[in-house]
């Protein structure tokens, strides 16, 4: 059975817990866009990193499928506001919000969705002080924060490899970091168990990041659920960019070309050294997992890291 198969019992409560919201004939303009995003399919890889988190030290599915839900909901909210700020018209195979209705209606949507986010965190059973709701907040402010200097660096010719590590932190890498700790926290982990999950998260959402960025430039369109080389076309400061930058110096670069790109990063082995920068975080990321206990949920999240790492979409 694959990864994705054995995960599916939690794929399927976690989208009862995100769909366990009002109906979308109560308010239609309000909760008819929200459920459609809901609705979208996803591979909910956050939330489940959230569940096993707490699972491999011992915790309980019942409290932690409100902090799962959460975090999904958060990443939702954040997808809603970026298409609308890079003009994307597909996610996920389907008409953005602001697409299908209008830009408004996704402002309002993504403002429903973090609303919602944070009910779903405070009803968390078995926590009864600010600390989730603290670590919450900073997270989505790291994410704004991120997201402020992708669109900076959209209107400047280069970013340096610390740079682009930084925005990539901020705005990818901390949402991982918050779905681990989280589940870390709610499973009743100890201090160190916390720590080293949080880590773990963090070094799998750079390797995410990096890698989504090859995705944006090779993966097969349908795949990948939006258009190939829309990151290029946005004038995105993406580790493919950084890379070019470094190798051609002030050449000019024809980044709207996809097949031209393609091109120079074969030409001058890029390729393979993003690879070979991915393959640093992932081996970071399972060292990390071989410090906690050992079990069928540390076991799962394992392959779930071996299946991101594999991942052509």
Request: hydrophobic share 40%; with cysteine; charged share 25%.
């Amino acid at each position: 059975m694959d990864i994705y198969a054995r995960l599916e019992k939690f794929r399927k409560k976690i989208d009862e817990e995100i769909r366990d919201i009002p109906s979308a004939k109560e308010i239609p303009l309000f909760y008819e866009p929200i459920h459609y995003v809901n609705q979208l399919s996803g591979k909910k890889i956050r939330p489940i990193l959230t569940i096993l988190s707490g699972l491999s030290i011992g915790g309980q599915l019942e409290n932690l499928l409100y902090p799962a839900a959460a975090v999904e909901l958060l990443h939702n909210f954040s997808l809603v506001h970026d298409d609308i700020m890079d003009n994307d018209d597909i996610r996920r195979g389907k008409e953005t919000v602001h697409v299908k209705w209008d830009v408004g209606t996704a402002i309002l949507t993504g403002d429903g969705l973090i609303g919602l986010a944070y009910r779903k965190l405070l009803m968390t059973p078995n926590i009864t002080d600010l600390r989730i709701a603290r670590l919450f907040t900073d997270a989505m402010l790291n994410i704004c924060e991120g997201q402020a200097l992708d669109k900076t660096f959209e209107k400047i010719p280069t970013v340096s490899r610390d740079e682009y590590l930084k925005m990539i932190g901020k705005k990818t890498a901390t949402l991982i970091q918050l779905t681990c700790q989280l589940g870390a926290i709610v499973g009743q982990g100890t201090k160190e168990q916390i720590s080293m999950l949080a880590d773990y998260g963090f070094q799998l959402g750079m390797a995410f990041q990096i890698q989504d960025d090859l995705l944006d430039i090779f993966a097969d369109e349908k795949d990948l659920g939006k258009r190939v080389g829309s990151d290029l076309a946005m004038n995105k400061k993406t580790i493919v960019t950084t890379f070019l930058s470094e190798k051609v110096g002030k050449k000019p670069i024809d980044i709207k070309s996809l097949e031209k790109v393609k091109t120079l990063l074969k030409s001058h082995g890029i390729i393979e050294e993003i690879q070979q920068m991915t393959e640093i975080y992932f081996s970071k990321a399972k060292k990390l997992l071989l410090s906690m206990p050992q079990n069928e949920y540390t076991s799962l999240l394992f392959d779930l890291t071996d299946f991101i790492q594999t991942r052509e979409k």
